[in-house]
């Protein structure tokens, strides 16, 4: 059964960077788009940022030239990396591809 864990999640200041991980456990990692959701208390699970098979990237609005994603295929790992965080950032982050979800990561910015 494939597998899909976050981890890096955890309590940041305004300001301030954090790295999300999410190792999959299927060798066919490498083919699959992955992406980074997340959701807020009360509010509806947003996409945040995706990688193609290729590497292309996409992201949201409220993120974008704040957040980065990448992949690492070797690893079968993909990252994201979150600078400048806000306290509107705050969140459960998800990982998702080829159908399935991490169980997700809690991010939460604040003083």
């Known amino acids: 059964q494939v597998q899909l864990v976050e981890s890096g999640g955890g309590l940041v200041q305004p300001g301030g960077s954090l790295r999300l991980s999410c190792a999959a456990s299927t060798s066919s990692f490498s083919i699959y788009t992955m992406a980074w959701h997340r959701q807020a208390p009360g509010k509806q699970r947003e996409l945040v940022a995706s990688?193609?098979?290729?590497?292309?990237?996409n992201y949201a609005g409220s993120v974008k030239g704040r957040f980065t994603i990448s992949r690492d295929n070797a690893k079968k790992t993909v990252y994201l990396r979150m600078n400048s965080l806000k306290p509107e950032d705050t969140a459960v982050y998800y990982c998702y591809g080829n159908s399935i979800w991490g169980q997700g990561t809690q991010v939460t910015v604040s003083s």
């Open positions: 990688i193609s098979a290729g590497g292309n990237t």
